[in-house]
Structure formats: structure tokens, C-alpha cells
């Protein structure tokens, strides 16, 4: 792993700075963290000039913010449009994809025209798709109104859409020109959702920053509650390692896959058990606490350090035991999981790796065998 | 215009000698144009290594190259799949680039795998398209078997899908990582369509290299019925300005709209007529003759000029006079041309540029007064 900047050291130093610059070269971008974010007329100053902005939110969000960030925003375009998608990973499908093109060209939108994706993952995700190949690219903001999203797939240029065979299969990497998270919107927030919120940002720690795992730690019954301050520095504190792993590999072809931490496990467990049925960060969560067992039993960190993750994890209101899975073959629960490990999309040329933690706080990715996997799976699942 | 690096000067020299570098930075690539490409092994050595490779064609081209193709990759990839679509400019939408998806995860294709796009310009900006999102993004190659895909859309990395509401409204610029010319292919084209690739060839001359406009004036019968000592110049010379052009402005921001030459009114020719009643090439060769009278009107070129480009466009069996558009609101000809033109992607804010040459094989970018274009129409168009 070689590092092109080195990653700040970690301050806990109340209030946040609130900015953090994602350095690109070309398409660099900055991420402001406000709990004024729509009142702030700084933050939508100097985008790209355009005659047309256009809003894609959905129906959750847009009678709460859509009315704010249009606001906002309006100063600076002809005019500002909107699409209601409706909410859910379900609809994060061509078909609905779709309904952004039609929009954009029934209003004859041209290619300059400035997409602003306010919602969760799944609206930035699709929006930043639609930017990325709406006349062969226009400009696109993030407005993160959800912890996941803010602390995950807003930042790194990852968008896309599902396809019936498969998560995330049809997309691109695409950088949005800017990302404004609104911690305001945090409040509003489901707390299941902010749990699995806070698995992303948990992940930070065992992969970059022991440090940070040790304010989380001490910090954590606070940040479940929605402490606003406590949250910005939480949000800063996972861009900024986000951003330092992002930009040594802008297009995933190495060390960006320790993002990925908890992640193969997760995976499975969310393709096991039906997509919708545990959050991603729930199973991101629970799949942490076995990529911990994993690097256990390879000799990486001891019992102690396990059982402080799985506390963490708990303390977040995250599960930290997995499902049994069941088929209609009736195969055995660890041969399901490996089943669907292998069909990730990480498992290139077939072998699956895993991310793995050591105790001074840094990642590695590497194969395991089968039956150490079995052993974890044994470990970790619910009987 | 500025040129980041200058044009090298036209060589009339035969055999060419088969190579053109496009200088793309880390997305630099080559095109290889021979007689005997299927045969050549190393045109297809040194591509990235993957388990899987997968041929994208169309109906009529399979049956005459697939076989080819596979032999002459299969040394490399421990499984070499295919995917036929339908041929035609009518599938080259959504629906379509779904069943390239759909083949890829059935077959587990992993994010490394090659894909190669084997046929014209559908094939080619659909293949290119799902190989810039599938898991966002794998390697690709072209191999254009049309004249007009060698000299035009196999080189510059536009890729996409049409929408309901207009042409390529959908993809992303994505350069392939190499591009296989085979000249044998020119031998089963049809006229029809070697007169339309040859439009896009002449294009060449009057923006940017008048001693290539000559040398096309001397050879246009032979270019027409097949030679392809002389196509293999006129492809390769056709590359090297294109590739010029695109390695100043891959994202098309500035310069690269001079390609555009003859393309705007062409446009509205094919959106006028109902997109596939005139072939694009014949568009843009009625629209390139189009263009000269406007480049007359407006003082760069004079009449001597627009006559020959007028007649060298003859000269490839192209039409040199618009059809006269009618809709069911009974709108006149010009006012329906206006406003295809005017929804064009290319009217950006609402302004309609044209592409403009000068007797110096120099091209410029500006609008024009509806007045001028009124009569370029009256002039061009049969009554």
C-alpha cells in the first residue's frame, strides 16, 4: 500500500472545521459538513454556471428539504426543476433512472445543466449515474441527508444502479463538483437508520485510525442520540479518511477495497437474507465483527481487540451475530454464505478475499480458505 | 483553438504504414488498420489480461466475422462468450444494451473481463457504453467493420445509447484500449454505406488539411469502388486528424465541436426525415454542403470553394441538396429545420451554432442569424 498524502492525525477538537477537501487533481471537490447547510449562501456559490438546476429527491425527503434546497439554489439558475423518485433500494433500477432522463429532456435541459442529488445513497447513487451519462456527463452536486451517505457513498465518484442479477452492477465513477451534508437533516433521521449509519463510520477506525476508535468508543451513546457537534466531527473524521483511501485509488483497483472492510461478509448476508431485510449497515456491522474473527484467527489482533469491536458495533445498536441462512436446495447456512461470497463482485477470477485489521489500525486484503471461513461463520451466527 | 500538439503533415506515400497513436495521457491507445487484421497476432497480444473476453456484434456481422474474431482472441482468455443484437440503429437503445448486461452476470463476468464491440457505430457506442458501466467500467476494444465507425466513431471514446427523445442522450466519453481497423470488412459493405463512411472522411479536409481535400478530389473513384491500398490512407489520415482534434478536447468543451462539420443541419435532415430514411453519412455530406454556403454567406469561403466541396461529396455518391420537411401542423421547411436544429444538443442555452470553414482548411464555431440560415436553406434544398 503506498500512500500519496499521508492522513492528518485525528483531533477531537470541538467545533469541526466543517471542510474537507477531496484532492482529485482535475476533478477535486470539497465537502462542507454544516448544521445550517440551506441557510449558508456560501455553499451554493460558484458552481457551475448553468440556465437549469434539477433536484432528484424522493418522496421521504422532498416534503422536508426540497422546499430548502431549492431556496437555496434558486439565485443561480433560469429556473430549478425536481424529480420525486419513490424511496427505497427497489427503485434503484434503470426504469427509474429513466424518469431523471425523461425529466431532463422533456424540459430540454441542456448540457450544462446541474443535477443535485438530495436524499440517501440510492438518490446519489442514481442521480450521480444520470450526471455521469446525461449527454455524456453534466455537473452534479451531493446533498447528503442521511449518516450513510454522508459518511460513505457521497464521497469516492462510486454511482450506479442495480440490476436483477446483481447490487451496483451498471454505474461509473463519477465525482460530484461538490457535497454539502446537512447535519439538520440528521435529526429526522430513523434511528435504525442511524445504527447503520454509524457502522460506516465505525469502519474507519480498525482500517485508518485507532484514535478515532477510541473517541467513537467514548463518544459513542452521544453520537447515537444526534449530538450535533459530536456528529460533524464524526462526519469530518470519516471524509477525511475516505477521501485519503480514495484518492490513493480514484478507480478501486487496489487499496480503495479496505473501504470494503466488513464488507464480504455483509454482503452475504444481505443477498442471504433478502435484499431490504437487514440495512446495509446492519449487515456491514455484523460482517465487521466477523472480518475481526477472521483476522483472529489469522493471527492479526487478539480475543481482546475482537471483543471491543463487537462492542462498539453493539454500542451503535448493530447487530454482531449473523442470521442462519436457509434455501430452498436446503444447503447448509456457511455454504450459503460462501455461495454468495463467491458471486461478489470482488471475487475476481473467483477467489474471494476479505479485508483484514491488525491492531495498530491499518488494512490488508487477502484470500482465506474455506475452513477458516466455516470456522468464523460457526463463531459469529446465530444457532 | 489552441493545439497541444500540431498536426503532422500529409503523407500521399503508399502503403500507409497502419498506425495511429492517440495521445490520451493514461487513457492513450492505438489504432491498427491492415488488410489482415484477424491473422496479425499481435494485434490482438499485449491487451489487459482477464479470464473472460465477450463479443458484442449484430446479426449481419456475425455470420461473416465472429468466427474470426474468436479465433484470433481466443489464444488469450480462457473463455471467449458473444452476445448478437439485432442490426440496426433502432436497438441501440436501453432494451438492447441490457441483454450485453444480462449475458455478462449470467456468466459471471468479472470486473476484469474484455469486452470487444465487432460491427459500425451501433455496435461500437453500445459495446463502448456497457464497458463504461458495467461494474463500472472494464477494458474494451473496437473493431469497426464499417467505414464509417474506422474513420469516425470507433476514435474519440463517445459511447451511448439513443432515448426516445433524442440520439445519444444517453452514455459517457470512455476510451477503448485499442482499436483493430480490418479493411477486408469495407468489401462487404454495401455502396450505399461506403458513400456515407466516405462523408465523414471528406469532413476531414475542408476543417483541418486542404492537401488531404486534394488528394481525395484525385482519388474519390477509386476510394468508392473499394481500394484498399487507398482506403487504408484514407482511414488512417481520417484518425490522425481526429485524433488530433479529440487529444485537445476529450470531453468535447471547445474544439472538438469542429467535428461536428456539416452535422448541424445534418441533424435536422435525419430528425426532419424520421431518424434511418437518410443514412446518417448522407446527412452529414448534404449538411457539409449545407455548411460551405453558410461559410459563403458569411464571407469565409467563396463560390469556387463550396462548388468543389459540393462536387467531391457528389463525387462519393452523396446527396448535395436537403429534402424539403413537412410536418402534420404544415409548418414551412425552413421553420421545421430551425427547430430540429434548435432542440439539437448542441444548442446550448438555446443558441444554435454551426461549424464554419475557411479556404485555409481552417474551421471556427459561431451562431448565425435565422435570417442566413433561411436562405442557406432556400439555396440547398430541392423545391
Known amino acids: 500500500m503506498t500512500t500519496a498524502h499521508s492522513l492528518p492525525p485525528f483531533s477531537n477538537r470541538l467545533p469541526a472545521n466543517g471542510l474537507v477537501h477531496i484532492d482529485l487533481g482535475e476533478r477535486a471537490y470539497d465537502i462542507h459538513i454544516s448544521g445550517q447547510a440551506f441557510t449558508t449562501p456560501k455553499f451554493w456559490q460558484g458552481l457551475p454556471a448553468a440556465a437549469t ?21 434558486e439565485p443561480h439558475y433560469t429556473r430549478v426543476l425536481s424529480v420525486v423518485l419513490p424511496d427505497g433500494e427497489t427503485y434503484k433500477n434503470w426504469q427509474h433512472l429513466q424518469t431523471i432522463f425523461d425529466a431532463l429532456l422533456t424540459h430540454q435541459a441542456d448540457r450544462k445543466t446541474v443535477l443535485f442529488a438530495l436524499g440517501g445513497g440510492v438518490v446519489g447513487d442514481m442521480t450521480g449515474f444520470a450526471a455521469a451519462t446525461y449527454m455524456r456527463g453534466v455537473p452534479f452536486v451531493q446533498v447528503p441527508t442521511t449518516l450513510l451517505s454522508q459518511v460513505d457513498s457521497s464521497v469516492g465518484g462510486k454511482t450506479g444502479v ?40 465505525i469502519k474507519y477506525g480498525p482500517i485508518a485510525d485507532m484514535a478515532f476508535f477510541d473517541w467513537l468508543e467514548a463518544n459513542m451513546s452521544e453520537l447515537r442520540a444526534g449530538n450535533a457537534e459530536l456528529l460533524s466531527l464524526a462526519v469530518q473524521r470519516s471524509c477525511e479518511i475516505k477521501s485519503w483511501v ?7 483497483a487496489g487499496v480503495r477495497a479496505i473501504l470494503n472492510f466488513g464488507h464480504t461478509f455483509g454482503h452475504a448476508i444481505e443477498a442471504g437474507m433478502g435484499y431490504g431485510a437487514w440495512l446495509h449497515g446492519e449487515a456491514v456491522g455484523c460482517g465487521m465483527v466477523m472480518a475481526a474473527h477472521l483476522s483472529h484467527r489469522l493471527g492479526l489482533v487478539n480475543q481482546a481487540y ?68 466455516r470456522e468464523v461463520l460457526g463463531a459469529t451466527c446465530e444457532v
Chains 1, 2 share one sequence.
Do not use: W
Open 53 to 73: 438546476a434539477m433536484v432528484v429527491t424522493n418522496t421521504t425527503i422532498a416534503p422536508l428539504y426540497l422546499q430548502q434546497l431549492t431556496n437555496a439554489i
Open 162 to 201: 442495480n440490476h436483477p442479477l446483481g447490487k451496483n452492477m451498471v454505474g461509473a465513477f463519477y465525482q460530484p463538483v461538490r457535497v454539502v451534508c446537512d447535519l439538520q437533516a440528521l435529526q429526522t433521521l430513523p434511528v435504525r437508520e442511524m445504527s447503520a449509519g454509524l457502522a460506516e463510520v
Open 246 to 252: 480514495v484518492a490513493q485509488d480514484e478507480r478501486e
Open 306 to 373: 475482537v471483543d471491543r469491536l463487537s462492542a462498539l458495533i453493539a454500542a451503535a445498536g448493530l447487530p454482531t451475530s449473523g442470521p442462519v441462512l436457509t434455501n430452498s436446495r436446503g444447503d447448509a447456512s456457511a455454504d450459503i454464505y460462501l455461495g454468495h461470497m463467491r458471486v461478489d463482485k470482488k471475487a475476481e477470477g473467483g477467489q474471494v478475499k476479505f479485508v483484514l485489521v491488525n491492531s495498530a489500525g491499518q488494512a490488508s486484503l487477502a484470500a482465506a480458505e474455506d475452513g477458516v471461513v
